[in-house]
């Protein structure tokens, strides 16, 4: 038999992921020792391997065939835009994708004023703005703290995630539109779901009965 890959995102994701394989009987013991520096990790009983990647870069290996299981955040899924079946939704980690930025920029959105938008999403952004709203905006790409953009001025408004509302509010900020709710979802290569049709599915199963069960 041989190994089906798993490719975790490495951050808020991991943990509760891992708790989750827990209750259906996938342990990764190793994986849990956070001074490691190990990267694979093997459960010979179960013949699988996980890894931890950078979110962004799970879809890339799932495409690839190199993880044949990732876990990872819907937004990722969509501004990653590979070829993937995206198979189960895993219920935890949500949040939502907004375009936010202080009150005065509400007129901005609503004027359809040529805006300038920055974010770690540049692919959402884009389609939300040129393909849901017909709106004309600059995009800059920007990889974290991305709430400082307005104030700064280098941005009118910011695309971003929105858990609790802690960071706009501490920062003077609002959401002004709502693009998608998100969470943690399942993909699976597209080849191993044929090839390994039997093992994929009997963990899917496994996770929706347990996601079930806690609803
Ligand atoms: N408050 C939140 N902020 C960011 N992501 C969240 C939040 N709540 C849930 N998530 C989900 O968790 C996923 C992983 O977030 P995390 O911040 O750990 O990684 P990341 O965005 O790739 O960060 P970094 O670039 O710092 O590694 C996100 O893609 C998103 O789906
Ligand atoms: O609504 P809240 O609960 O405040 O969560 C939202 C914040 O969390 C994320 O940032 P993260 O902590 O990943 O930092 P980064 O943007 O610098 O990567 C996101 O980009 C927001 O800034």
Redesign the pocket.
């Known amino acids: 038999m041989r190994y089906l890959t798993f490719a975790l995102g490495k ?2 994701l991991a943990k509760k992921t891992l708790e989750l394989f827990e209750k259906i009987g996938i342990t990764c013991e190793e994986m849990k020792d956070k001074d490691s520096r190990k990267l694979i990790f093997v459960n010979e009983e179960l013949k699988l391997r996980f890894f931890l990647a950078k979110g962004p870069d799970v879809p890339t290996y799932v495409e690839y065939g190199a993880a044949d299981i990732g876990i990872v955040g819907e937004d990722t899924i969509l501004e990653e835009q590979r070829k993937l079946y995206e198979v189960l939704d895993l219920g935890f980690g949500k ?1 939502r994708m907004c375009v936010c930025g202080p009150q005065s920029a509400a007129e901005l959105l609503k004027h359809h004023e040529q805006i300038r938008v920055a974010t ?1 999403y540049p692919h959402i952004a884009k389609d939300y703005f040129y393909n849901k709203k017909h709106q004309t905006v600059e995009i800059v790409k920007l ?5 400082l953009a307005p104030i700064v001025g280098l941005s009118d408004v910011i695309v ?9 509010r501490e920062n003077g900020l609002v959401v002004l539109e709502e693009i998608c709710p998100l969470s943690a979802r399942v993909v699976v290569n597209q080849v191993s779901m044929r090839m390994e049709n039997e093992r994929i599915t009997k963990i899917l199963t496994d996770l929706k009965s347990v996601i079930k069960q806690e609803a």
């Open positions: 951050g808020r949040c770690k990889n974290g703290s991305i709430e971003d995630i929105v858990e609790t509302g802690s960071t706009l």
